[in-house]
């Protein structure tokens, strides 16, 4: 991967950030920040029965996510200038990080949301290393 970030990342990042802006995945991510908190499977299938609207918006925002942090793993958007303005990534994985394990196992799918785990334990070290303690802030503020 270039060691600067380029004109192309800064753009991706741009039209990343368009895309958080339509309609369906704005209320998707609202109803996310505001209420997906499951603690186990069993409160996210409550949380988010099949064919209701919270599922389709539990699987857009983390879908979402789970595309954006590919683009970091396979070097296509530069680590650096993502991590300085993507941090609800952090957050979805966080609220996903309860039931990841068990939404693998039931799916038969030990690579689900892998990308997504990996830019965020990235992340996690990016914010330690330029503020100790600013993660586990953050952690407490939106878990």
């Given amino acids: 991967m270039h060691s600067r970030g380029t004109y ?3 753009r ?3 039209e990343l950030y368009e895309a958080r802006r339509e309609e369906r995945l704005r209320r998707a991510r609202e109803w996310f920040v505001a209420r997906c908190r499951p603690k186990s499977l069993d409160e996210l299938t409550a949380l988010c029965p099949a064919g209701s609207d919270e599922h389709k918006y539990f699987r ?3 879908t979402y996510w ?3 942090a590919s ?3 396979a070097g296509v958007l530069h ?3 993502f991590f300085q303005s993507h941090r609800e990534l952090l957050l979805v994985w966080l609220r996903l990080q309860p039931v990841i394990a068990a939404l693998r196992e039931r799916n038969a799918d030990a690579a689900a949301y892998a990308n997504l785990e990996a830019v965020a334990l990235e992340y ?3 914010m330690e290393r330029r503020s100790p303690g600013s993660f586990a802030a953050f952690a407490d503020r939106v878990g």
């Fill in 71 to 73: 683009f970091v793993t």
């Fill in 12 to 14: 991706l990042i741009l």
């Fill in 124 to 126: 996690r070290e990016h």
């Fill in 79 to 81: 680590r650096e200038l």
């Fill in 66 to 68: 789970e595309m954006v």
């Fill in 8 to 10: 192309d990342d800064a």
């Fill in 60 to 62: 857009m925002v983390t």
